[in-house]
């Protein structure tokens, strides 16, 4: 297996001196509270890819809304937390990204857990050349072209096409704002939707040809790795599963 025999490495924490990009959300609490992570936990998620894995002592790093992600020396482990998850779509996205950008080299995925090997990294520095780094990572993944715009499976193709971009993005956030986002958001829901509404015929005509996406490119979600590449370490559902 190749997580045999690897040694744990070391966070990398650049410069004293360097600036990182700060948001609010670094001081944003959990929500969703994050399961307990014990032997049973690890034994029903390992199960379909090599259960000796549960017997590895597993450090929580973060989790979200569907997943949680764990880390043991060079291995980390991404477990859906609920049935809308979809690891096995994360791998495939990972893997097709995996020449064009920095991501995690995917070692192992079942429809519940996915195996990834750890990047050492730190916070994104606040400087003109991560900018242009962080730009090129865009671009890079920006120029993987679908036929159709739609949400992809787990085979990265669309099942479902919508007729427009715009409108396909525009059905999924009214659901959205229709469900917790939009109780969390309150009346800033109207405005969002008032902007749609007010710029609706302009990005109807910026749409382009279908493309590869990345939905939550944010700098709590992008790293900075020592050699200077830029990290993505959000490969979630919220990775690339949107091509508008």
Same mark, same amino acid.
């Given at each position: ?13 650049? =410069? ?8 609010? %959300? ?41 997943? *949680?992600?764990?880390? =043991? ?31 995690? %080299? *995917?070692?192992?995925? =079942? ?16 400087? %003109?050349?991560? !900018?242009?780094?962080? !730009? ?17 499976? !787990? $085979? ?7 007729? =427009?971009? *715009? ?14 986002? !939009? ?11 008032? +902007? ?19 939905? $939550? ?9 020592? $050699?200077?590449?830029? +990290? ?13």
């Amino acid at each position: 297996m190749p997580w045999e025999g690897q040694r744990r490495s070391k966070m990398w924490a650049g =410069s004293a001196r360097m600036a990182f990009v700060t948001t609010p %959300e670094d001081a944003w609490e959990r929500s969703i509270a994050l399961p307990v992570i014990d032997r049973a936990f690890l034994d029903r998620a390992f199960a379909a890819i090599d259960p000796r894995l549960a017997e590895r002592e597993w450090t929580v790093l973060a989790g979200g809304l569907r997943t *949680v992600n764990l880390r =043991s020396g060079e291995l980390v482990a991404r477990i859906a937390m609920g049935e809308e998850a979809d690891v096995q779509r994360e791998a495939a996205v990972l893997r097709a990204v995996a020449d064009r950008v920095c991501v995690p %080299e *995917v070692l192992a995925a =079942s429809e519940a857990t996915m195996v990834v090997r750890f990047v050492p990294h730190g916070p994104l520095p606040a400087s %003109e050349q991560a !900018g242009r780094a962080v !730009g090129a990572t865009a671009a890079a993944i920006h120029a993987i072209r679908f036929a159709e715009a739609g949400f992809f499976d !787990g $085979d990265l193709r669309v099942r479902e096409p919508w007729s =427009s971009a *715009v409108d396909g993005l525009r059905a999924h956030d009214d659901a959205m704002l229709e469900g917790g986002a !939009g109780a969390r958001l309150g009346t800033r829901a109207r405005a969002i939707r008032a +902007l749609w509404d007010r710029h609706d015929a302009r990005m109807q005509d910026a749409a382009r040809p279908p493309v590869l996406v990345h939905s $939550d490119f944010k700098p709590t979600n992008v790293k900075w790795t020592a $050699d200077g590449r830029v +990290l993505q370490t959000s490969y979630g559902t919220s990775l690339v599963d949107l091509i508008p």
